[in-house]
């Protein structure tokens, strides 16, 4: 019997007509899995997981390979997006035990949950052999079996332990991390580390504060190479906007297809920054198509964004996206063809698959089916610098092979809202809405395309931000995913209440509303009470959570900001509007359990990082008392010229809700800008002129 029918997870519904008799991450199951005296097999995996999908064809929805599962053990299917927790636990182990991790993930564990032998994707020749290797160990060597199951939990918790060195945060850490990524950088193909090559979003935040802080033209550098190759290569979608999970190349040019929420959110943050900051017009695209694609592809009308999608289409990697020379003169013309093919370097070659040997079908269509070698589109030429007619024919040329592109298989997505992912969109296109109101452009067309993608924008995050607050908050604790509307059961993490309270904190900051500092309060008193360590530190999970064979609390940021990471932004952020310096302090301490691993392993505490340059420069606290907070100028100066972490209010005097525009007057009836700074306050000003010396 599959129990996977109910389940609110896409990933666990691809799994529901499986011949395997799978049953959810519950009680129940392990339950039964003493009951039969049997091992439990768990299978972690996410929807838009390739080689998961490859696994599921070859072994899940085998009668066969069902029959051997169903007959020696319980087997368990988890969504590791939506139990991080349960994946945070395992995935330790099965690093542990192999060295390496990925999904899927394939453990097998006593009764209790004790893991003993893991591993990730097994052809269906070897699962076979594991399932039973493993069924006669349990049979026959039981003692060994839990001798090793002990040894893997005694690791794990190790690993997972909080406590430890603790250092404050300092500049001259942040300075030996800068350098750090300046040494690993890679010169020649931008980013860091070799194939396959993964968009590093946080480094480059915290590398743009650097910049900020410090005046180094070394962390620019490396972000404006490491942005242009990302968005010039095939990692980024050149028709419709967004980024693709990772290379699998070093030069950024065949991606793994998937699109993920969370890399699109900090991606934006990049582009939005590094716009800000230089002007710069690739930046501003980019920025601007990354938003339009979370607005256009993710979002939920009335509800959250959706979470990914898909890196295939049916069962086709980069169906959807390749195309081959003849599709390029089929849609667009034998000139406009020939051009598209130069600018996006689409051969007869091809750079995702080998032409095919001589004889065979080489043809295909504009529906991409065909077995001509197919190349991934990058941005060959440069067009945001190029003549105003190279710009007209570039775009004409890209709303031609989009609506083309429109008519073939598309991928599925996964529309599970998950609550610390939708977080970080929220904050990514609030600080997007902020820099356009800014930033302005003598191009008219893209001037009114711009517009166009920011009132969207703004729908979409207020929809997902009232979602989190209507559906996910329960009884004033976070749950971490909900689909269609309903909420599942999993309780949300500490990156969930993190990036949730940050993402509170920026709309407040975006809509002068008291109800998301409110709110944002109310979740990190959360964490606070059952997420914090001794030592200063957090847990993943709370201390009323469901107990695991390990209680996780890895400081260390990857895919996503850690949630140690993020909680302590949000601390900072939240600290700064309200005035209340013990959620400051919380920050600060928090901090420093990572601040011994900032200056090692920089690649893996960029957001922790990206915090510590916001503390360290004070962060400024910036209100303006005005009765024009969208068009005043003392506004679009305060957004500007914003040195790294600060928080920008603006609104009238004593407006409920707002602690920055508290008892702070217009000077003559003018608009008046308060600048402060680590809760230490300059002189009012009236004038741009003046604000800006005050933030330079």
Known sequence: MNRLAQATSPYLLQHADNPVDWWPWCDEAFAEAKRRDVPVLISVGYAACHWCHVMAHESFEDETVGALVNAGFVAVKVDREERPDVDAVYMTATQAMTGQGGWPMTVFATPDGT??????YFPKPNFVRLLESVGTAWREQREAVLRQGAAVVEAIGGAQAVGGPTAPLTAGLLDAAADQLAAEYDETNAGFGGAPKFPPHMNLLFLLRHHRRTGSARSLEIVRHTAEAMARGGLHDQLAGGFARYSVDAHWTVPHFEKMLYDNALLLRVYTQLWRLTGDPLARRVARDT?????????????????????DTDGVEGLTYVWTPAQLVAVLGEDDGRFAADLF?????????????????GGADATGHGTAGTSVLRLARDVDDADPEIRDRWRSVVGRLLAARDTR????????????????????LVEFLQVVAVRVTSDDEDANLMDGIAIVADGALRDAATHLADVHLVDGRLRRASRDGVVGEPAGVLEDYGCVAEAFCALHQLTGEGRWL???????????ARFAAGDGGFYDTADDAERLVARPADPTDNATPSGRSAIAAALTAYAALSGETRYREAAEVALSTVAPIVGRHARFTGYAATTGEALLSGPYEIAVVTDDPAGDPLVAAAHRHAPPGAVVVAGRPDQPGVPLLADRPL?????????????????PVTSVDDLVAQLT
């Open 115 to 120: 893991p003993f032998f893991c591993g990730t």
């Open 409 to 428: 298989p598309q991928p599925a997505r996964d529309d599970k809202v998950v609550a610390a992912w939708n977080g970080l969109a929220i904050t990514a």
């Open 291 to 311: 938003a339009r694609f979370l607005a256009d592809e993710l979002h939920r009308p009335g509800g959250g964004f959706a979470s990914a999608l898909d890196a």
């Open 345 to 361: 370097d689409v051969t007869e070659v091809g750079t995702f698959e080998p032409r095919p040997a001589a004889g065979s079908d």
């Open 667 to 683: 000077l003559d009836g003018r608009p008046t800008a308060y600048v402060c700074r680590g809760f230490v306050c300059q002189r």
């Open 518 to 528: 409110e709110l944002a309060g109310g979740l990190l008193d959360v964490a606070l």
